[in-house]
């Protein structure tokens, strides 16, 4: 099986933390350039640092605010002026949780941008060059909740479903050109986000944070929560040339948890 991501060139999104870092970790030990993108340069350098270069890569790191979806295309086009990109790791941090009935717009509006419209900047940018050398691997960290809606996730329920069909319909225009475009479902995966996920159930439901946890990990056919790492090795596998035929799909790694196929 080809592994090997030696002289590609990746860039990733969210990159300073959780899925994002352990992603970067991953494509690099397996031979890739890395590109991190996040806001916090000073998170972007501490991950850059520990980045595997014993293959001879060169990583590098943009910082960018999705917010600022001018200041994104702007940076990513002169890294673009450098070098093409092979792989490319969609992966934003979630909106505040809350039930859908209390939702303001503007948090629509917001996660919609940073999520669906960061996206398509992010791959319309790219794919000149993927289609160039007949190789592109566009990889999607979206949610479980594409398959079952999380309760308490309404604004995030209903972006990631809108990521899910962009994503479908992008893998049906550009698998003729070697590019294959699929989602990556995580489920409870050890990051800052679960953490806050879980304090904040905690504190509505008056419970102890220990027993919010092991209310989640019963729903986990595991009975456990994924490390960041064994989502990113989905990735890897999605952006590697052994994944050539796989194209559109959403790849749950939950530890069972959806209890659809």
């Known amino acids: 099986m080809n592994l090997s991501l030696l002289h590609k060139n990746a860039l990733i999104g969210g990159a300073s933390a959780g899925i994002g870092r352990a992603t970067a970790i991953e494509l ?59 792989i490319l790791v969609n992966n934003t941090g979630g909106p505040a949780g809350g039930p859908i009935t ?55 329920n209903t972006t990631r479903w809108a990521v899910a069909a962009w994503a479908k319909t992008w893998a049906n225009e550009v698998g003729q050109f070697g590019v294959t475009v699929n989602n990556v479902l995580p489920g409870f995966t050890r990051t800052g986000r679960l953490e806050e996920i879980i304090e904040k159930r905690a504190a509505t439901n008056t419970s102890s944070r220990e027993t919010v946890e092991n209310q989640f990990k019963s729903q986990v056919p595991m009975r456990r929560f994924a490390e960041p790492s064994e ?31």
């Open 102 to 156: 209390e939702a303001r717009g503007e948090a629509f509006l917001m996660t919609y941008h940073n999520h669906l419209i960061c996206n398509q900047i992010l791959a319309q940018a790219v794919l000149p060059g993927m289609k160039a050398e007949g190789y592109g691997r566009i990889v999607n960290i979206i949610s479980t909740s594409v398959k079952e809606p999380l309760d308490g996730l309404g604004v995030s």
């Open 28 to 86: 690099a030990s397996l031979g890739a350039n890395v590109t991190l993108m996040a806001r916090t340069e000073s998170a972007l350098k501490e991950t850059l640092s520990i980045l595997d270069i014993s293959q001879g890569q060169q990583h590098g790191y943009l910082v960018v605010d999705f917010s600022d979806s001018a200041g994104l295309l702007a940076k990513v086009s002169a890294l673009l002026e450098q070098h093409l990109v092979h």
């Open 231 to 261: 989502v990113a090795a989905a990735v890897a596998f999605l952006a590697s040339p052994a994944a050539s035929y796989i194209n559109g799909i959403n790849l749950p790694v939950d530890g069972g948890r959806t209890r659809s196929l």
